[in-house]
């Protein structure tokens, strides 16, 4: 079993929707979760940061965290075509000294104009 | 403020050979990462370095092996290369203390084809 699961999509959206991503990990000692966004062929862009389990919002972007059900949540309001993407979910916790990040597969987004 | 920086981009290898990846980190961070990403997967920890000792690995062989210079640039290099080496390599910094909580700054990467 992964440490992260993450379906790889692709999800394909009408311009203006909302988007749902979703992670399940199983480590129970990860303890920052963040999510990341990748263009093609680009390196990975920090989007959300969270701690602890509950919400957190920046503009249309909000991270979702429940530990009890080792479960993460992006949504994505009012989804724009510039928002087409793969995004990643990571994980980090401590591992022998030092704070391991294991990153899911990436879903792969295209927001339809 | 220069965000990470990679070199090269591109390059073309083959089975057998040696490779260096060269990373600047962004101005002020102290803590360097370098990650593996074949196509359609996730990053996958190399190992990690802070104040140029290695302080974190993934499960990766030795043939991989880092480095990490007073100025907080590092390189990555790969012994006998393999097949399954070709891969998107992604260094990532972190500033002082907040490389412990997963928050990377990635560069854009060096792609690596081994023939």
């Known amino acids: 079993q992964k440490e992260v699961e993450q379906d790889p999509g692709p999800l394909s959206v009408p311009e203006g929707a909302i988007v749902s991503l979703n992670c399940t990990y199983s480590?129970?000692?990860?303890?920052?979760f963040m999510w990341y966004r990748q263009y093609s062929r680009k390196g990975p862009e920090l989007l959300m940061y969270t701690y602890s389990s509950g919400n957190k919002e920046d503009g249309r972007f909000t991270a979702q965290v429940d530990k009890s059900s080792k479960y993460i949540s992006l949504f994505i309001r009012d989804s724009q075509p510039s928002d087409s993407a793969t995004y990643l979910c990571?994980?980090?916790?401590?591992?022998?000294?030092?704070?391991?990040?294991?990153f899911g597969i990436g879903t792969k987004l295209q927001v339809i104009p | 403020e220069t965000g990470v920086t990679q070199s090269p981009t591109h390059l073309i290898k083959t089975r057998g050979q040696q490779v260096t990846l060269r990373c600047s980190s962004q101005?002020?961070?102290?803590?360097v990462s370098w990650y593996q990403q074949a196509l359609g997967q996730g990053p996958q920890f190399i190992f990690q370095y802070y104040r140029e000792e290695e302080n974190g690995r993934g499960n990766f062989p030795p043939r991989f092996s880092g480095l990490q210079f007073p100025n907080y640039s590092s390189e990555l290099n790969v012994n006998a290369l393999e097949l399954d080496d070709s891969a998107l390599y992604l260094c990532a910094s972190s500033p002082e203390g907040r490389g412990n909580t997963g928050e990377l700054f990635f560069g854009e990467g060096s792609r690596l084809t081994v023939l």
């Open positions: 480590n129970s000692a990860f303890q920052y």
């Open positions: 101005s002020g961070h102290n803590t």
């Open positions: 990571a994980m980090s916790g401590n591992s022998g000294g030092y704070q391991k990040v294991t």
